[in-house]
């Protein structure tokens, strides 16, 4: 049987999905974005240990949203937006949907209003 909707490129965004439903790996991506920093530069707002804030790192690295390179003996680690491209695309499918369902929603809020204000004068 064919598994319909799993390539290599789904595959992927299964790890961007799972790297970015953290909170604390989306606050670290938010620091990453005003620029490269180091693990200790990572950790400091946060109230846990480096090797935590590394653990999470790995997630961001195997997910492909961040890249570390070697400088002296600092690893310091930069975004890498490509694949976050890829999730936005792939959530941009479903705008059509949601935007459609949004105008059927405010359709419907407005019929109810109507219908109330129709009521209050009747009454």
């Given at each position: 049987m064919e598994r319909i909707g799993y390539t290599v490129e789904t595959q992927n965004l299964n790890?961007?999905?799972a790297a970015l439903a953290d909170p604390t790996r989306r606050a670290i991506l938010s620091r990453l974005a005003a620029g490269e920093a180091s693990v200790n530069e990572i950790a400091a707002p946060f109230a846990m240990s480096q090797p935590a804030v590394s653990k999470h790192l790995k997630v961001?690295?195997?997910a492909g949203l961040v890249e570390r390179d070697v400088d002296r003996q600092r690893r310091p680690a930069r975004l890498?937006?490509?694949p976050m491209?890829?999730?936005?695309?792939?959530?941009?499918?479903?705008?059509?949907f949601w935007s459609s369902?949004?105008?059927q929603l405010d359709g419907l809020l407005e019929r109810l209003k109507e219908a109330e204000t129709r009521g209050d004068k009747n009454e």
């Amino acid at each position: 049987m064919e598994r319909i909707g799993y390539t290599v490129e789904t595959q992927n965004l299964n790890a961007v999905f799972a790297a970015l439903a953290d909170p604390t790996r989306r606050a670290i991506l938010s620091r990453l974005a005003a620029g490269e920093a180091s693990v200790n530069e990572i950790a400091a707002p946060f109230a846990m240990s480096q090797p935590a804030v590394s653990k999470h790192l790995k997630v961001l690295e195997r997910a492909g949203l961040v890249e570390r390179d070697v400088d002296r003996q600092r690893r310091p680690a930069r975004l890498k937006a490509e694949p976050m491209a890829a999730a936005v695309c792939w959530l941009e499918e479903f705008q059509r949907f949601w935007s459609s369902s949004f105008d059927q929603l405010d359709g419907l809020l407005e019929r109810l209003k109507e219908a109330e204000t129709r009521g209050d004068k009747n009454e």
